[in-house]
């Protein structure tokens, strides 16, 4: 059974960072694409960036590049997200998603992920 469990999540003050792990159990990803978004209230659920785990490459959304990385570790089966200079939009429910279906483009759309974790909270005050 494959599960993604996600963790780092909390309160920040404006202007901090935060790394968010994912670890993936039940499956060895290869060759997968894996993903985080976010929700916040109200809102819909949104690409923060994407990592294909084949080759690295990565894809980020415009409200996060230049001040986010995504990474992965094979020996660990866990996907992080980093992001620094954090601000009040930022906050949302974070999760981490995979796409199992061996594509080698990856896609930024929440039907494209078949399985999810349960989120972690991200809340940032000014």
Request: hydrophobic residues 30%; glycine residues 10%; proline residues 3%.
């Amino acid at each position: 059974q494959v599960q993604l469990v996600e963790s780092g999540g909390g309160s920040v003050q404006a202007g901090g960072s935060l790394r968010l792990s994912c670890v993936v159990s039940g499956y060895t990803y290869n060759n997968n694409c894996m993903g985080w978004f976010r929700q916040a209230p109200g809102k819909e659920r949104e690409v923060v960036a994407t990592i294909y785990t084949g080759d690295d490459s990565t894809y980020y959304a415009d409200s996060v590049k230049g001040r986010s990385a995504i990474s992965q570790d094979n020996a660990k089966n866990t996907v992080y997200l980093q992001i620094h200079s954090l601000n009040p939009e930022d906050t949302a429910m974070y999760y981490c998603a995979a796409d199992l279906t061996f594509t080698p483009k990856c896609g930024r759309a929440p039907y494209e992920y078949n399985y999810w974790g349960r989120g972690t909270q991200v809340t940032v005050s000014s």
